[in-house]
C-alpha cells in the first residue's frame, strides 16, 4: 500500500480536529444539564456554570419520579412509540410492496403520494379531518395521521424494486401466495431498512408534542414531551409535578427539576439508538438505490 502524501494527512488531521470541537460543541450542553439536574440547591444558586457538581443530589429525579403525572406520561409516551412505530411500518412495508410491482391504480396511488409530499393540507384542514373523524382526544390522534409517510414510502418501494424478482418466483413455484412470500422471504430481506425507518418513526413518536397539544383536553393522555413543555416552557414544573401541592421548603428548586425532565426524556432514545445504528445508513442506502 503506497504511504498518503502530506496533503492528505494534514486534511484528515483538520477533518477530525473540526468533527471533535463540533462533538464538544455538541455535548457541552448536555453535560451541565446532567450536572444541573444532580446538584443540590446550595450549589446551583452559588455556581455560575459547571459540568461536575461537587456532590450528587438525586432529589430533583426523586421528585418527578414521585410525580403521578409524569410517570404516567412516560407510559404514554412508550405506548404511542410503540404502537405508532408498529402501525407506521406494517403499513409502510406494504404499501411499498405492493406499489413495487404494477398492479391497477399504481400510477394514481404513487401520484396521490407524491402529491401529499409537494403540497400539505395544513393545520386547520388537519384538525378538522381529525375531528371529523372522531380521533379528537384519542391515543390514535397521534398515531393514525401520520400513519405512512411519503417519503419513506417511495425509499423502501425502491429497496424492494431492488430485491431481485427472481426470488419471488421461486416461492411461487414453491406454492407460496404473495402474503407468505412477504413474510418469509422479503421481509427478512428487509431488516436494515426496517430498522432504519423504524427509528426515523420512533423517534418522531418520542418527541412528537405539537399533535398531542392541538388533539388532546385530557391531560391524562399527554405524552411526556407535553409535560416536558409544560415544565421548561410554561414553568409549571412544581404545580403540574407535584399534582396541585403546595411546594414545600424541601422541595428541589424548579431549575434542576427541569434538568432532570429533559434527561428523563431524552435518555431513552439514546440508549435505543446504538442498537440500531448499524442498520441505519446500510437500511436508507439500500433503500435509494436499484441493482
Known amino acids: 500500500m503506497r504511504d498518503r502524501s ?4 494534514l486534511f484528515d488531521a483538520v477533518n477530525i480536529i473540526i468533527l471533535l470541537l463540533v462533538s464538544l460543541m455538541m455535548l457541552l450542553p448536555f453535560l451541565y444539564v446532567v450536572s444541573v439536574s444532580l446538584s443540590s440547591y446550595t450549589e446551583y444558586m452559588n455556581r455560575d456554570f459547571y459540568l461536575i457538581p ?5 432529589k430533583a429525579y426523586a421528585f418527578i419520579f414521585n410525580s403521578g403525572s409524569f410517570i404516567r406520561s412516560i407510559f404514554v409516551t412508550v405506548f404511542v412509540t410503540l404502537l405508532g412505530t408498529f402501525v407506521n411500518l406494517l403499513l409502510t412495508s406494504t404499501l411499498a410492496y405492493t406499489l413495487s410491482y404494477k398492479v391497477f391504480g399504481q400510477r394514481t396511488v404513487l401520484f ?5 409530499m409537494m403540497f400539505s393540507a395544513g393545520m386547520i384542514p388537519t384538525y378538522l379531518v381529525v375531528k371529523e373523524t372522531g380521533l379528537l382526544n384519542s391515543i390514535w390522534s397521534l398515531i393514525l395521521p401520520v400513519a405512512v409517510t411519503p417519503f419513506n414510502l417511495i425509499v423502501m418501494r425502491q429497496f424492494f424494486m431492488s430485491i431481485p424478482g427472481e426470488l419471488s418466483e421461486a416461492a411461487k413455484i414453491d406454492g407460496s401466495n404473495d402474503l407468505q412470500t412477504f413474510l418469509r422471504i422479503i421481509l427478512p430481506l428487509s431488516k436494515p431498512s426496517l430498522a432504519a425507518f ?3 418513526y420512533a423517534v418522531y413518536h418520542w418527541n412528537n408534542y405539537f399533535s398531542a397539544i392541538l388533539y388532546l383536553n385530557d391531560p391524562a393522555l399527554w405524552p411526556i414531551q407535553v409535560i416536558l413543555r409544560q415544565i421548561v416552557v410554561v414553568n409549571e414544573a412544581l404545580s403540574t409535578l407535584g399534582n396541585g401541592q403546595i411546594l414545600l421548603e424541601n422541595a428541589p428548586p424548579a431549575e434542576t427539576v427541569q434538568m432532570a425532565a ?6 431513552p432514545i439514546l440508549i435505543v439508538y446504538p442498537f440500531l445504528q448499524k442498520h441505519f445508513a446500510k437500511g436508507v442506502m439500500l433503500g435509494s438505490v436499484k441493482g
Open 6 to 9: 502530506i496533503s492528505n494527512k
Open 112 to 116: 396521490m403520494v407524491l402529491f401529499t
Open 262 to 267: 429533559i434527561i428523563v426524556a431524552t435518555v
Open 54 to 58: 461537587k456532590s450528587i443530589d438525586f
Open 198 to 200: 423504524g427509528l426515523f
